[in-house]
């Protein structure tokens, strides 16, 4: 076994909160974090906020709450750590995350070592003069990479000042181990020597990345395919600083159904309006597991824990992943149906509130139990189930659409069978007993002409679930008072 395989495994996810945390990001702190809880080691969070201007501390903290609401929990930060389960710091509760911003130190002092070695430079060239040479470069149809020219200068070019820190990059072959896609080579002399920081003071990100990777020892860098061109530039950055090389893995682009490039409306589409659309956080891990990794067998519904379980790099695939909306609703469906009635009661109340709707015992409990097959996402069953607690507005003509019944009929009808619910005793008001009140009337007017005015007036929608269903939640005070209702429509219709 050489070192690098006894090297304790060491994990981070580094998010640049420079908008909305998006569903490829997800995905990477979730590989990330099953790849430790799988293995054991330490899953540590880094805020990538050396962008001054494009960094804005509401997506940080955009950051932070989604990966507690999905529960993906991390190890330590600058105030202390998770040591065998216990916790060796400060503010215990409230660590970390670790911020770029908050190491400009460090950096600085690895940049003065390039700089000193003179494996980095400053560069003097003006925006105008590297546009000049990056034309001229393109008219002779080669690459348009930077020429070196602030290399060789001895000195401070007089009157110029100077522009950014570029890196001196050897024209080598670099050649990685990715743990998803095998070996994988970069002739780094077709990137000349780029730039590392504006100055001393403010790193750019690869060179950043680099030196929190070897500070905070991390074994493992996880993370998407579209930074597979970075990775030999940090080699080069690290070789120069005399840094050990982490494994890595780079994870499959996420595609679009038509496997072309995720959309911009899929690829931007924030975490949390997933969230505000109801769906359950297990389910998107769930959902975000399987894109990309799969399970030895056929199985598609997990839990975090049975992920935790099945996670192994050699079923992450190297082809690009496809992005299924109606996969994840496939799944949030089969996870609320995992929920307890009482849960998802607690569950929906939010987003019923949404709706201006104040969910009410034992209402709620009983609208849970007769949806919850149905449910596919919170506030879609939000929306579908409010008419329980409000009736909403609708005309007369919805309780005739049954065959074109005449109001004269529905009136007659819906007396009758408000005349026989009322019979029914309250503690025997259950689906099955006002199923029999009724089946004589039924059986005499037509199972349409009976079911229809009632369920509409019961419900003031085209579609809901069964009149009996309806009525036994609602109790006979409220049946009977939209049956009402609905006899004073007809009366004016
Ligand atoms: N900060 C980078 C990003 O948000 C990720 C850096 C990395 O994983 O190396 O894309």
Known sequence: MNARTVKKIRVRFAPSPTGHWHVGGVRTALFNWLFTRRNGGAFVLRIEDTDAERSKKEYEIEIIEMLRWLGL?????????????????????????????ERIELYQKHL???????????????????????????????????????????????????????????????????LIRGKVKFNTGLFGDFVIAKDVRTPLYNFAVVVDDHAMQISHVIRGEEHLSNTPKQILMQKALGFEEPTYAHLPLILAADRSKLSKRYAETSLLEYRERGFLPHALLNFLALLGWHPASDRELFTPNELIKEFDFSRIQKGGAVFDEEKLLWLNREHLRTLADETLAALLTPFLA??????????????????????????????????????????????????????????????AVRERIAKVPEADFTPETLNRALAALVEEEGKGQVLWPLRAALSGKEGSPGPFDIAAALGPAESIRRISLALDKLASA
């Open 354 to 415: 949404r709706e201006h709707i104040e969910a009410r015992e034992p209402l709620l409990r009983r609208v849970v139990h007769i949806e919850r097959e149905r449910m596919k996402t919170l506030a879609a069953a939000a929306a579908d189930t409010r008419f329980f607690f409000a009736l909403p507005e609708y005309p007369a003509s919805l309780l005739l659409q049954w065959q074109k019944t005449s109001p004269n009929d529905a009136a007659r009808i819906l007396r």
């Open 73 to 101: 929990d991390w190890d330590e930060g600058p105030d202390g750590a998770w040591v065998n389960g216990e916790w060796r710091g400060t503010s215990r509760g409230e660590y970390g995350p670790y911020r770029q911003s």
């Open 112 to 178: 003065e070592t390039l700089l000193r070695e003179r494996r980095a430079y400053h560069c003097y060239c003006t925006k105008e003069e590297l546009e000049a040479e990056r034309q001229t470069l393109l008219s002779q149809g080669l690459p348009p990479k930077y020429g070196g020219h602030c290399r060789a200068l001895k000195s401070p070019p007089p009157g110029k000042t100077p522009q950014v820190i570029r890196f001196a990059a050897p024209e080598v072959e670099v050649e990685f181990k990715d």
